[in-house]
């Protein structure tokens, strides 16, 4: 038996399906890679003004991105001002890593 069949090695894939329910959407993305790109933190109301959402979904998002832990953020007077979280291109890619190295057997497939 490989290490990675022992249970307790198994990726969780709960965890794995809310880190890609957290990047599975379009504007998401495009946040993520804009932060990814900026040489420094980007601004709340630059995202607003860059997508075509209102600010409330815009802030629904990064909502969702903070509690992901992909995002970190820094409040400024009124405005916030986020970054990528450090170690967010490092799980993303792990995840991605975890599924495509699992052997395929009954005992992960989902239920």
């Known amino acids: 038996m490989h290490?990675?069949?022992h249970p307790?090695?198994?990726?969780?894939?709960d965890r794995?399906?809310?880190l890609f329910k957290a990047v599975a959407d379009p504007y998401r993305l495009r946040i993520l890679a804009t932060l990814a790109a900026a040489e420094d933190d980007v601004c709340v109301c630059?995202?607003?003004d860059a997508l075509p959402i209102n600010q409330p979904t815009v802030s629904h998002h990064l909502r969702i991105l903070r509690e992901a832990e992909l995002?970190?953020?820094?409040?400024?007077?009124?405005w916030v001002y986020y970054r990528p979280a450090p170690d967010a291109s490092a799980r993303i890619?792990?995840?991605l890593r975890a599924i495509f190295t699992q052997p395929a057997h009954a005992s992960t497939a989902p239920r």
Do not use: M, S
Not at 71 to 78: F, I, K, N, Q, S
């Open 93 to 95: 890619g792990a995840a």
């Open 46 to 48: 630059e995202f607003t």
């Open 16 to 18: 794995l399906a809310a």
């Open 71 to 78: 995002v970190t953020w820094e409040r400024r007077g009124t």
């Open 3 to 5: 290490d990675r069949d």
């Open 8 to 13: 307790e090695r198994r990726p969780d894939f």
